[in-house]
């Protein structure tokens, strides 16, 4: 008995002894560690946490597109938090992509966002996302015949050869409209034995060049002859025919897309006077997503002098856009609103919406390179 007492007490030491060590093995054991969770990027505070810059131009091959990816450019050296990109695009499709929320910018007409806001576009609804920020290029509006044709006046073209753009061009429709204020359209023109026909713009030169086109209407930079005619004006020579003042006004009111703008005298060799006509409006617009004090360093930024005397001296034949006075062209009447971080930076520089273009002086004209 004595034997069996005593292996029970050495069974309770050990056990004992066990029940004590166990504690203190798991304080000793190194515990496994519990993975810490990367760190959340710090948002901006003066960015919100906007981060990347999603800008839409035109097709790589365009000017739209260098025009757009150069301010881009340059908007990352002036914001360097903010990453920028520019991806090809075009008019209708910058807005879309805007909408949806797949872009920060881009440059659309006047009349695709006029469209938007009305609802008639892809997305099926009035637009909600889309906010004015700067003017981007301005066209205008001409009719040119030759310049030893006996047509003097607009209203000389009624039965007459009258091309215009290809159908869906953007000069077509306010170019109708001018025509129709003097009575010309395609039925009247018909009636009087004249035609009204569409053709691209190196068609329209060579109706003129072998006289089976009588007049072109189109679209020409205010400072520079249209590419397309440019042979045409050395071989013998374009005009511009000038419509009346009342009637820019007329069609300009009853069509909130268009503005007014010139051709600068000289330009082509029928019209050494400075020609007064339709200016056919393309703005840059932004989402309505980005932040505020963004959208007012952006456009403190694309509005320096310097940097527009830059963009004057590689893009020549668009210098409406590229004078500081001319930034906010187009924003008196907006289709949409204008952005607050623009108005904020407009006011701060002294800027003002305006409707017509400031004309740059002859020095911004000397910056032309071979400019005429």
């Not at 000793?28 to 810059?53: E, I």
């Not at 009575?183 to 068609?203: F, R, W």
């Not at 268009?258 to 005298?265: C, N, P, R």
Request: hydrophobic share 40%; glycine share 10%.
């Amino acid at each position: 008995m004595e034997r069996n007492q005593v292996s029970k007490v050495i069974l309770w030491v050990l056990l004992i002894v066990i029940l004590a060590i166990t504690p203190l093995a798991g304080a000793c054991a190194k515990p496994t560690p519990t993975p810490t969770p990367a760190p959340a990027p710090t948002p901006s505070p003066k960015y919100g946490d906007v981060k990347f810059l999603t800008a839409m131009g035109g097709v790589s091959a365009g000017s739209a597109y260098g025009i757009m990816a150069k301010q881009v450019s340059h908007l990352q050296e002036c914001i360097p938090e903010i990453n920028t990109t520019t991806i090809e695009g075009g008019s209708s499709k910058n807005i879309i992509a805007i909408e949806q929320g797949k872009a920060d910018m881009g440059y659309a007409s006047h009349g695709h966002v006029l469209a938007a806001s009305k609802g008639d576009w892809e997305i099926g609804k009035p637009a909600e996302n889309l906010r004015w920020f700067k003017h981007f290029v301005g066209h205008a509006l001409t009719f040119h015949v030759r310049n030893d044709s006996p047509t003097q006046k607009m209203e000389d073209l009624l039965g007459t050869h009258i091309a215009l753009k290809p159908k869906g061009f953007g000069s077509n429709d306010p170019g109708l409209a001018v025509l129709a204020e003097y009575g010309i359209t395609p039925e009247s023109n018909k009636a009087a034995g004249g035609t009204i026909s569409y053709l691209g713009t190196g068609d329209q030169a060579r109706g003129l060049q072998d006289e089976t086109v009588d007049a072109i209407v189109g679209v020409t930079p205010p400072f520079s002859r249209t590419k397309g005619l440019l042979e045409a004006d050395e071989m013998f020579g374009l005009r511009m025919l000038q419509v009346d003042p009342t009637i820019i006004q007329k069609v300009i009111s009853q069509n909130p897309d268009l503005g007014s703008t010139v051709v600068k005298g000289g330009t082509f060799k029928g019209n050494p006077e400075i020609y007064n006509t339709i200016g056919i409006m393309y703005s840059i617009y932004v989402s309505a997503d980005l932040p505020e004090e963004l959208v007012y360093e952006m456009a403190k930024c694309l509005f320096e002098a310097a940097f527009l005397k830059s963009m004057v001296q590689t893009f020549t034949d668009q210098i409406t856009a590229w004078t500081p006075e001319n930034a906010m062209l187009g924003a008196t009447s907006p289709i949409v609103p204008i952005h607050p971080g623009v108005l904020k930076a407009a006011k701060e520089l002294g800027l003002e919406p305006r409707a017509e273009m400031v004309l740059p002086t002859e020095e911004a004209l000397s910056w032309m390179p071979g400019g005429k």
